[in-house]
C-alpha cells in the first residue's frame, strides 16, 4: 500500500504563497490518480484538488484559480502550489490516492494569518 509524506506548510500571511509536496512510498503513483485534501479544526476532511494519472485536474469551487495540482510520477510526487491564500485556507493538508486508501500522513500545517 501506497503511504505518503506532506511538507511545505507554515505561516504565510493572506495573500502570500505556498508549494505543498507530497512523497509516496510503497507503490508507484503512476496508477494512480491522487488528491490532496485538508481538515480545518472542527471540520470534516474536504477533497481540495484532483489529478488524474493523465495529468487532468479538478478542484474544490474554493480554491479555484488559486491552486494548482501537479505530479511527478518519475520521483513518486506530488505538489499543490497555493497562491492568493487567505485565513480559511488554514488547516492541515494530506495527500492520498483518489479515492483514499487506507494510509494517512502526518500532514503538513497551514496557517494563513496576518
Known amino acids: 500500500q501506497v503511504q505518503f509524506v506532506e511538507s511545505g506548510g507554515g505561516l504565510v500571511q493572506p495573500g502570500g504563497s505556498l508549494r505543498l509536496s507530497c512523497a509516496a512510498s510503497?507503490?508507484?503513483?503512476?496508477?494512480?490518480?491522487m488528491g490532496w485534501y485538508r481538515q480545518a479544526p472542527g471540520k470534516w476532511r474536504e477533497l481540495v484538488a484532483t489529478?488524474?494519472?493523465?495529468?487532468?485536474?479538478n478542484y474544490a469551487d474554493s480554491v479555484k484559480g488559486r491552486f494548482t495540482i501537479s505530479r511527478d510520477n518519475a520521483k513518486n510526487a506530488v505538489y499543490l502550489q497555493m497562491n492568493s491564500l487567505k485565513p480559511e485556507d488554514t488547516a492541515v493538508y494530506y495527500c492520498?490516492?483518489?479515492?483514499?486508501?487506507?494510509?494517512w500522513g502526518q500532514g503538513t500545517q497551514v496557517i494563513v494569518s496576518s
Open positions: 489529478i488524474t494519472r493523465g495529468g487532468s485536474t
Open positions: 510503497g507503490s508507484t503513483i503512476s496508477i494512480y490518480a
Open positions: 492520498n490516492t483518489e479515492p483514499t486508501g487506507p494510509y
